[in-house]
């Protein structure tokens, strides 16, 4: 059975840091395109940053505060994220999809809250 459970979500202050996890279950995470997704209220689910093998990809929005990574060996992702603004407040989604193919699994989600 395949799992990805994120974590790392909360309540921080504009400006501060946060760090999400996903940890991934039944898979082999090192060999999927691993990507974390945010939906706001009243919004389109929305790509924030993607990772394969060596490239990392962002929205315009985030560049230069969210970094992507991975750990293969602990089969985890990860998105750091510095310098929050109101506007990142959203539920992020940890992806992970099969290269060239529809096939794709999602996490829960974990709720990030930027607010003074």
């Known amino acids: 059975q395949v799992q990805l459970v994120e974590s790392g979500g909360g309540l921080v202050q504009p400006g501060g840091s946060l760090r999400l996890s996903c940890i991934a279950s039944?898979?082999?995470?090192?060999?999927?395109?691993m990507g974390w997704y945010r939906q706001a209220p009243g919004k389109q689910r929305e790509l924030v940053a993607r990772i394969d093998t060596e490239d990392a990809t962002y929205v315009d929005s985030v560049k230069g505060r969210f970094t992507i990574s991975r750990d293969n060996a602990k089969n985890t992702g990860y998105l750091q994220m510095n310098s929050l603004k109101p506007e990142d407040t959203a539920v992020y989604y940890c992806?992970?999809?099969?290269?060239?193919?529809?096939?794709?699994?999602w996490g829960r989600g974990t709720q990030v809250t930027v607010s003074s």
């Open positions: 039944g898979i082999d995470l090192s060999i999927y395109i």
């Open positions: 992806n992970a999809r099969i290269p060239y193919t529809n096939v794709d699994f």
